[in-house]
């Protein structure tokens, strides 16, 4: 089972700090696909734009960018960790 931890932003969205998937062997895309299909169109809007990971939305897979690795193509098997979180900043 792939576990999904949520930043705190997140949670009003999805009622839930983190979640896990059954979808063996895969890739980000269908993960978020999956949270998407299962949170609704305001998920969809706070972490991708055009199909895109918003800039200020990061993504990590067992701790690693997904931007370091290969974006949405990542691919993510039964046992890792996903964390979604967006950026923070202020001064």
């Known amino acids: 089972m792939v576990k999904i931890r949520f930043s705190s ?4 969205v999805t009622h839930a700090r983190e ?10 895309k269908a993960v978020l696909d999956k949270l998407i ?3 609704g169109a305001e998920l969809e809007r706070r972490i ?7 800039r200020f939305v990061n993504l ?6 997904i931007r370091h ?7 993510v098997k039964d046992t890792d960790e996903i964390s979604i979180l967006p950026a923070v900043s202020g001064g």
């Open 60 to 65: 990590y897979v067992n701790g690693e960018d």
């Open 48 to 54: 991708l734009d055009k199909g895109e990971v918003r």
């Open 37 to 39: 299909e299962q949170y």
């Open 19 to 28: 979640t896990t998937l059954e979808l063996g062997d895969t890739n980000v």
């Open 69 to 75: 690795l290969s974006g949405l193509n990542s691919p």
């Open 9 to 12: 932003a997140l949670s009003n």
